[in-house]
């Protein structure tokens, strides 16, 4: 069992910051490989938007480069998408997800979502 709990969303102008985080709890049977932030419109499919995986190896979503940041502090089980230059498109709900293996299985889970709103 792996839990996800996210933070950090809210209402923002355009050009602002804000700073989600994503608390992983596994069970011992579970070794988190991979944490990644997924973001979704309504209507639309859900969206990679930036990925660290267990050796440190990071990837972003071209659309996001230079203006998000993903990062992860082991002691508190935690990953955080640091989001600068907010844009109105950048608004969506933004969900953690993240691989667990688990017997020599790979598993998916994905955490609540959190609600992002950029006005213009």
């Known amino acids: 069992q792996v839990q996800l709990v996210e933070s950090g969303g809210g209402l923002v102008q355009a050009g602002g910051s804000l700073r989600l985080s994503c608390a992983a709890s596994?069970?011992?049977?579970?070794?988190?490989?991979?944490i990644a932030w997924y973001r979704q419109t309504p209507g639309k499919q859900r969206d990679l938007v930036a990925r660290?995986?267990?050796?440190?190896?990071?990837n972003y979503a071209d659309s996001v480069k230079g203006r998000f940041t993903i990062s992860r502090d082991n002691a508190k089980n935690t990953v955080y998408l640091q989001m600068n230059s907010l844009k109105p498109e950048d608004t969506a709900v933004y969900y953690c997800?993240?691989?667990?293996?688990?017997?020599?299985?790979?598993?998916?889970?994905w955490g609540q979502g959190t609600q992002v709103t950029v006005s213009s």
């Open positions: 596994a069970s011992t049977s579970n070794i988190i490989i991979g």
């Open positions: 660290i995986n267990s050796g440190g190896g990071i």
């Open positions: 997800y993240a691989e667990a293996s688990n017997g020599g299985y790979t598993f998916q889970w």
